[in-house]
């Protein structure tokens, strides 16, 4: 099973890690996930800083 890759240089969905690890994101699932992994990524910094707030 070949995962997919989110390329933070090229904003493009590898198949199979192709490019240096230092720009990529994953491994996802599938093509959709990780075309949405900068919207996870924004989601979850999100979550971190309100989580943050309580303290």
């Known amino acids: ?3 997919y890759w989110y390329n ?9 890690a192709q490019s240096s690890w230092k720009h990529l994101l994953g491994p996802y ?4 996930e990780a075309a949405r992994a900068l919207e ?3 989601q ?4 971190w800083e309100d ?3 309580d303290a």
């Open 44 to 47: 979850r910094n999100e979550e």
């Open 1 to 3: 099973m070949t995962d």
């Open 29 to 32: 699932k599938s093509y959709a």
């Open 8 to 16: 933070m240089t090229t904003g493009q969905v590898e198949h199979g």
């Open 51 to 53: 989580d943050g707030d």
């Open 40 to 42: 996870k990524v924004e």
